[in-house]
């Protein structure tokens, strides 16, 4: 059983810049690919960008990609987002997640990732 703690939300201006941290223990915490999610009112859970067990392979939806970097330490075991020129529109409920699967058989559905953190949320205002 993996726990995910998320940290680093918080109200930003548009613009600016943010990093959320995972902070993953339990199981085996270096063998799983790491991911985003996020969630905005009324919307759906939707996949941010993962990577893989290594940290050598990054996947990110178009709407962040430029902007947003994913990264993991697998010493510290903790995932980073970070986040570059936010815009009003990344506002959201921010989800680390986890899932016991191959980076090339990663899904982008929420249904397939098997662990989750309780969220942090950004809010970035114009």
């Known amino acids: 059983q993996v726990q995910l703690v998320e940290s680093g939300g918080g109200l930003v201006q548009a613009g600016g810049s943010r990093r959320l941290s995972c902070a993953a223990s339990?199981?085996?915490?270096?063998?799983?690919?790491m991911g985003w999610f996020r969630q905005a009112p009324g919307k759906e859970r939707e996949f941010v960008a993962a990577?893989?067990?290594?940290?050598?392979?990054?996947d990110y939806v178009d709407s962040v990609k430029g902007r947003f970097t994913i990264s993991r330490d697998n010493a510290k075991i903790t995932v980073y987002l970070q986040m570059n020129s936010l815009k009003v529109e990344d506002t959201a409920v921010y989800y680390c997640?986890?899932?016991?699967?191959?980076?090339?058989?990663?899904?982008?559905?929420?249904?397939?990732?098997?662990?989750w953190g309780q969220g942090t949320q950004v809010t970035v205002s114009s």
């Open positions: 990577i893989s067990r290594s940290g050598s392979s990054t």
């Open positions: 339990g199981g085996t915490r270096s063998s799983y690919v």
């Open positions: 997640a986890a899932a016991r699967t191959t980076f090339s058989s990663r899904s982008r559905s929420s249904g397939e990732w098997d662990y």
